[in-house]
């Protein structure tokens, strides 16, 4: 079974600032993908970064940054330069690969409600 | 291009009542989700497809929850009779699946917010 865990009920960040969202999972899988999903009050889910668990290098999309250390089990969401309309929820999920006992299903964490304040 | 289409956005119901949801997916995506989230939690997955066979349904509630894919394109997800546990947001999400790798990114519709009174 997998299990993702967000400590951080919500967190509160100045505009332009950086801010580091924490997520830790647990898995038996071998292989499995790591994804950031940030959901605005409209409540569509909307894909911001995935790490897959062979992926030697951080990944990286625009504003966002995953920082992945594998041996901690930990997938934190870096967000560069905050801007007002990052304010929502920021969720984290992982997948396993085929083969694995949770192929083809997200399992996603609690969530972290983010403010930004100008 | 079109996302993935969810109808209708907010339904409210009485108890006992049946109701369904519907969820139209990327166009060529074999693969479709239907994912229940409760107030202030993160989604958990009701049933997968792969075209038209549901291949994970083991989070079902069978006895009143049903779910179809005709001609592996829409889904229809329905609950008879619905509960006051039911009220939650229903998410459909849509992927092409080529390779069985980790990476097949899952694309979401705006839900449905399910209200039983």
């Known amino acids: 079974a997998q299990k993702i865990t967000q400590t951080q009920p919500g967190m509160f960040v100045q505009e332009k600032e950086a801010v580091t969202l924490d997520c830790t999972y647990d898995?038996?899988?071998?292989?499995?993908?790591l994804f950031w999903y940030k959901q605005p009050s409209s409540g569509e889910m909307i894909f911001l970064i995935y790490?897959?668990?062979?992926?030697?290098q951080n990944a990286t999309e625009g504003r966002y940054s995953l920082n992945f250390q594998k041996a901690r089990k930990s997938a934190n969401l870096v967000i560069s330069a905050s801007q007002l309309g990052d304010s929502a929820m920021y969720f984290c999920?992982?997948?396993?690969?085929?083969?694995?006992?949770?192929?083809?299903?997200?399992?996603f964490g609690q969530g972290t409600i983010l403010t930004v304040h100008p | 291009e079109a996302g993935v289409v969810q109808s209708p956005r907010y339904k409210i119901i009485e108890k006992k009542q049946p109701v369904a949801f519907w969820c139209n997916p990327i166009?060529?995506?074999?693969?479709l989700y239907w994912y229940r989230q409760n107030l202030g939690q993160g989604p958990e997955l009701l049933i997968r497809?792969?075209?038209?066979?549901?291949?994970?349904d083991s989070q079902l509630p069978k006895d009143r929850f049903s779910a179809e894919r005709l001609k592996g394109v829409d889904s229809t997800l329905k609950i008879q009779p619905a509960e006051l546990g039911d009220s939650a947001v229903y998410l459909c999400?849509?992927?092409?699946?080529?390779?069985?790798?980790?990476?097949?990114?899952?694309?979401f519709g705006p839900g449905t917010r399910l209200t039983v009174l």
């Open positions: 999400a849509s992927s092409l699946v080529q390779l069985a790798g980790a990476y097949n990114e899952q694309f």
């Open positions: 898995t038996s899988d071998q292989s499995y993908g």
């Open positions: 790490q897959g668990s062979y992926d030697e």
């Open positions: 166009s060529g995506h074999n693969t």
């Open positions: 497809y792969e075209n038209e066979e549901a291949v994970d």
């Open positions: 999920a992982m997948r396993g690969t085929a083969g694995g006992t949770s192929y083809g299903k997200l399992t």
